[in-house]
């Protein structure tokens, strides 16, 4: 994209952007990448940069840390590097390490998300990892920085004979010091270094009395600092070792540094990608900032602008929100403080090439054009831009961009501010064609009205002649009927609030719009008479027009707030639509939950049923045949027999439709059982008045299907049906009966065993101990004999007399491995879990 005038990223507001790039990019890297950064001439390149930057965003925004945490310039450190026999510095070969450690991690954190990351992880196939040149540095250079003890054999033996030598002279010296002190000749209780050699601080007056050689004095002549003689030997042979040191290390850096001399290449091209990448993570965080999001691209010209907003404003408001930066001057403030960025929606090039805003002084169309032209520039530098996330969007590179905003009245140049206008129009009219975008800030001003009107149209018919994209905003009403009535031109204008007389800054397609002269001047306190001679003088035809556009306006902003408030209801009436879809989702998720639990429970009679029959055998056979004991098997298989089709009719009850005697007081077989089904079978539970209490019987939202509640707590209730237990909310829950009435015959008598005993669970609560233990006892035994390895005891919470007794027996049973509290899902402490042997 070519830009005109030089001055266009100044005047659109991009220098704002590029600063705050700027001030992301981590090193010189990416800030001369920055620096040198142009308009894309590709559409190739511009989609792929796009993509990246968005790719970008989202691994910053959904995925692990991506990792640059370290970028460094190291172009000097290589150039450095280069000669034979030279030698860097340990600090600069330890940002070598870092760099080379980012490098390493980049290029596997991409390749491992190839499949989410695609253009990212090509971008690092440049990438060549150093994992030798990195191993080889971090054997030689600290973390910290430094070179290492342990780099070589010989250096780690001078470094300990160093460190041996100086505790030996930092002992001669304090023994020296110590003497001096007792004769009041030092100055100070401790050692110090002058000269690279290890001295003692005496007074200047008892300096001759210190055997030794002095090598410094102190600014005040007070104080001279010694060597004792004493010190003298054993501080050569530090001086000495230190030099063979030094010598050593520089020898290892040496060959540290032709080991990376050798790979000067490689680190070239992998600095190229590391400024790709320093100036990418500059404009993903940017984006991700501002909200941005990449739209779809073409080169037909055409903008489809859903939700924009101008980048440049949205910043200016966080920082006068957070007390910072200076009053834009475009825009206008009011007392009740900084706003936000009020969206703009705007199509240009979709039939029709050139659009004409209209509207009041500092209603926004100025920033509304500029917005256009700003979003338009930072597609062109492969930035995502700040409009709706979600809408279909279309936005053209253009070849040219050239733009007519503000003064450039020039002294030096003799250009007045019509003139610099001239010049502009000039370059254009010369320059643009089709795939061009030209803005015109307040066309035909700076002359005079009527000449300036008609030299303005003229411009725009040639503009739109030669099928330029083109914008202008004016308050020239000659170019509002000229858009009206012209091909391929079209009206567009700021709308104001005629109730307050401000600008609302939402911007009208299709629409002219009147500059409100009039109406600001009376609010702002203009005299009356003064505003009727002005409305005279203007001429009844263009107030007649004026009031004509005012009331166009007026209707078409009662049309929108009527259709904003529709919206609105139907955003309601959806919401609630999809309430009450979860509902029902929920019921039938539960109803069906519960007709799979009935089929397992039929499942489990039948294996029970065919247990009885293995132990009814069983029994045969080990009493060889005997009389008497195959007539008791046999009378036990009948009578489980009947108990069978009992616990089946309960089960299925559990998957159809159910009733109960409408008489409390004359409960059928049925309802005793525990299956909610009436004599007949045919009608739904009776709603039952009265509070839910722990042993009523009670149905599930509205169903049919009678269950027992077990245990109330708070606003849920535990509600039991066979062997199926589940926590629901109370108010789901319909009373349909009292407690049910437990026999009052023993187990032992001739009343048959009923589908709930027959099962894995009996309920004892409220029984006296002794009744209870004695149905635990054939309880127990009958699932024994039906193979059962785990039942249920419901025995209620209340005092816990019950359940200790109960436990009391059970734990003496050799029959029972274990007794345990139910979780508190199955009932908790009110429900006893007992594994059989």
């Keep these: 994209m070519d830009t005109y005038p030089a001055s266009l990223e100044e005047k659109l507001g991009f220098d704002v952007l590029r600063q705050r790039l700027s001030d992301r990019v981590m090193s010189p890297l990416g800030q001369e990448r920055l620096d040198r950064m142009q308009p894309a001439r590709t559409m ?72 989410d990351y695609p253009n990212l992880a090509s971008a690092v196939d440049r990438v060549t990892p150093l994992k030798e040149v990195e191993t080889h540095i971090s054997t030689v250079i600290a973390e910290e920085g430094g070179v290492r003890d342990d780099a070589s054999e010989q250096l780690g033996r001078l470094r300990r004979q160093i460190k041996k030598r100086q505790n030996e002279l930092r002992g001669a010296l304090d023994s020296a010091l110590r003497e001096a002190m007792k004769q009041g000749w030092a100055t100070e209780e401790q050692a110090t270094i002058r000269g690279g050699r290890m001295v003692i601080p005496i007074r200047a007056e008892a300096k001759r009395k210190v055997d030794g050689f002095i090598h410094d004095t102190s600014a005040t002549g007070q104080t001279v600092y010694i060597e004792p003689s ?198 254009m009219l010369k320059n643009a064609g089709a795939n061009t975008l030209v803005l015109i800030d307040e066309a035909g001003t700076g002359t005079d009205p009527d000449e300036g009107g008609a030299l303005a149209q003229s411009v725009l018919e040639h503009l739109t002649r030669v099928g330029a994209s083109t914008i202008v905003t004016t308050h020239h009403g000659t170019l509002k009927v000229y858009a009206h009535e012209a091909d391929a031109v079209e009206n567009g204008s700021m709308e104001f609030d005629q109730n307050t007389l401000r ?20 609010r702002m306190g ?109 009378e036990n298989l009948e009578s489980y027999k009947d108990d069978l089709q009992s616990n089946v009719e309960a089960a299925r009850s559990a998957d159809e439709p159910a009733g109960e005697s409408e008489e409390p007081e004359e409960r059928s077989p049925a309802a005793d059982t525990g299956t909610g089904v009436s004599g007949d079978g045919a009608s739904a539970p009776a709603k039952k008045s009265g509070p839910i209490r722990e042993g ?58 009923t589908a709930l005993d027959a099962s894995p669970t009996i309920d004892v609560r409220g029984e006296r101990v002794e009744q209870a233990r004695q149905r635990i006892r054939h309880f127990i035994d009958d699932a024994i004999a039906a193979g059962l390895n785990t039942v249920e005891i419901l025995h209620g919470k209340g005092t816990g007399a019950l359940r200790e007794a109960l436990h009391d027996d059970l734990r003496s049973r050799s029959d029972v491995s274990e007794v345990r509290k139910a979780p508190i899902e199955q009932g908790g402490a009110g429900v006893t879990l007992v594994d059989l042997a």
Excluded at 73 to 93: C, I, M, S, T
Excluded at 506 to 520: D, H, L
Excluded at 593 to 610: C, G, H, T, Y
Excluded at 735 to 751: A, I, L, N
């Design 696 to 753: 009523d019987r009670v149905v599930l939202d509205g169903g049919s299907t009678a269950m027992d509640v077990q245990e109330i707590d708070d606003e849920e209730a535990v509600v039991v049906m066979g062997s199926m237990h589940m926590r629901v909310d109370l108010d789901r829950l319909t009373k349909v009966g009292g407690p049910r009435q437990e026999p009052e015959t023993g187990y032992g008598s001739d009343v048959s065993m």
């Design 503 to 522: 600008p609302t800054y939402r911007y009208q397609q299709g629409v002219p719009g009147s500059s409100y002269a009039f109406e600001i001047a009376q």
């Design 526 to 634: 203009l005299e009356s008479p003064v505003l009727d001679r002005a409305r005279e003088l203007a001429g009844e035809q263009k107030t007649a027009m004026e009031n004509l556009i005012t009331t166009f306006e007026r209707r078409n902003q009662e049309l929108e707030e009527t259709l904003d408030r529709a919206k609105s209801e139907q955003r309601k009436a959806e919401k609630e639509r999809e309430r009450f879809e979860q509902k029902w989702r929920k019921i039938e998720k539960e109803r069906e939950s519960f007709r799979q639990q009935a089929l397992e429970e039929a499942e489990r009679i039948v294996k029970d049923a065919n247990a009885r029959i293995e132990q009814t055998i069983k029994e045969i056979k080990e009493a060889e045949a005997e009389r008497e004991a195959t007539k008791k098997a046999r």
């Design 44 to 115: 190739g390149w511009l989609e792929n940069e796009l993509v990246r930057v968005e790719e970008l965003q989202a691994a910053f925004q959904y995925d692990e840390n991506v990792p640059l945490n370290h970028i460094f310039d190291l172009r000097q450190v290589l150039k450095r590097a280069a000669p034979e026999e030279a030698f860097v510095d340990p600090e600069d070969l330890r940002k070598v390490r870092l760099v080379l450690i980012t490098l390493r991690r980049l290029k596997s954190y991409f390749d491992r998300r190839r499949s």
């Design 230 to 427: 004493a010190c003298m030997r054993l501080n050569n042979e530090v001086s000495e070792l230190k030099s063979d040191e030094r010598r050593e290390v520089q020898r290892i850096l040496r060959k540290v540094t032709a080991h990376l001399s050798r790979h000067q290449e490689d680190m070239k091209h992998n600095l190229k990608a590391l400024a790709q990448f320093d100036l990418l993570q500059a404009k993903a965080g940017l984006a991700n900032h501002l909200e941005a999001v990449v739209p779809k691209l073409n080169d037909e010209g055409i903008v489809d602008v859903i939700d924009g907003r101008n980048p440049v404003l949205q910043l200016h408001f966080e920082a006068a929100t957070n007390g910072q930066g200076p009053s834009n001057p475009i825009v206008d403030e009011d007392e009740e403080g900084p706003r936000e960025v009020v969206p703009l929606n705007l199509k240009l090039g979709d039939g029709f090439e050139t659009l004409v805003i209209t509207g009041p002084n500092a209603g926004g169309k100025t920033v509304a054009m500029k917005t256009v032209g700003l979003l338009s520039l930072m597609l062109a530098y492969g930035m995502p831009i700040p409009v709706a996330p979600h809408s279909r969007l279309r936005f053209s590179l253009f070849e040219q961009l050239m733009v007519d905003i503000g003064d450039e009245q020039s002294i030096e140049e003799d250009l007045s501010t019509f003139s610099s206008h001239v010049s502009n129009l000039k370059h």
